[in-house]
């Protein structure tokens, strides 16, 4: 175990000598200039110069702005959304209380005593004629 550190910092001691090399070597090397009127300018040169010449920062001022009123248009959704969700259960809750205080059991499939009163109850048992109503609609659908 002691042998692995020994490795590890004899590895690490002649890393740091290589970048002590390389980085004093560094400053000797010399960048070669060509000159502006030379014929025989580069590809890269001419990229260079065209990406330079491309007006980046209004660019990335407009692309601010409209990313910046696309957020503020979605916090507005958003913000719509939850307004809508937060009545929609406000409604809910006052229904349950409303059957907790008359003493029965709310449950999210019972029928409301509005239901009951228009007609609409669906805990009505089916007798022969509205199966006799139901089987001609299939037969007729069947038919088609």
Known sequence: MTINFVFEII????LGAMIYLVARAVPRVNDTVLDEGSANKGLG???GKF????PIEKADLTISRILERLLRNL????MRVDNKLSQHLAKF???IM????NGK??????????????GNNLDTPLTEESLKDVSDLENKDSEK
């Open 11 to 14: 590895l690490m001691a002649s």
């Open 45 to 47: 040169e001419r990229f």
């Open 51 to 54: 990406i330079d010449s491309l």
């Open 75 to 78: 916090k507005l959704l958003v």
């Open 93 to 95: 809750k006052a229904k």
């Open 98 to 101: 409303n059957g907790e205080q």
């Open 105 to 118: 059991k709310p449950t999210l499939f019972s029928v409301s005593n509005e239901d009951k009163e228009n």
